[in-house]
């Protein structure tokens, strides 16, 4: 798995922290800092909602790196960073660590971020079915909350036109 420091942000061009983050910040308060994120960057990375998710990554570097980010850390900065590639299988890893402890929600991030790894590399659309196959049985979950489970849906919508990976037949539906 590539490495994952709290230095490996862009700048972001952002909204100003939310009053409870600039407190944690200023306050040096690190560790409230980071759960503080993992619990609302998590929220924010469903709902697309990616300035707001960067500009709170993003002052992560003004504390001492982490030696083992949080999985959530790790999944939000996979999400919003565009010098980090993720691979499929570091996404695995987190994938199953998520489900181990019981976090469908990161775990529904988690199954976005490899699809939409998958349509973005414009091929080999085979590798769609075992993350569309985890994402049905999370979907499944009457748990999940209304949020994660319309992030998981867009995501499968997404994965069932581009899935054949006749692209024609993709741009003449999305026409």
Not at 34 to 44: A, K, R, S, T, V
Not at 154 to 166: D, H, R, S, T, Y
Request: proline letters at 10%; charged letters at 15%.
């Amino acid at each position: 798995m590539e490495k994952i420091t709290n230095g490996d942000m862009p700048p972001p061009s952002q909204p100003p922290l939310l009053p409870s983050f600039a407190a944690l910040l200023e306050a040096g308060d690190q560790a409230g800092y980071i759960q503080e994120l993992c619990n609302q960057g998590l929220n924010w990375l469903l709902d697309f909602q990616f300035p707001l998710l960067a500009g709170h990554l993003f002052p992560l570097r003004q504390f001492p790196p982490l030696k083992f980010p949080p999985p959530r850390i790790q999944l939000l900065t996979l999400a919003i960073n565009p010098d980090i590639s993720p691979s499929l299988s570091d996404l695995e890893g987190l994938y199953h660590l998520f489900l181990e402890d019981d976090d469908g929600k990161a775990a529904c991030g988690c199954i976005g971020i490899a699809l939409q790894s998958i349509i973005d590399s414009g091929h080999a659309f085979h590798r769609f079915q075992p993350w569309r196959t985890r994402a049905e049985k999370l979907l499944a979950n009457t748990s999940l909350s209304p949020l994660a489970g319309a992030f998981l849906a867009l995501f499968q919508v997404w994965a069932e036109i581009m899935g054949p990976g006749n692209l024609a037949e993709t741009n003449a539906l999305l026409e």
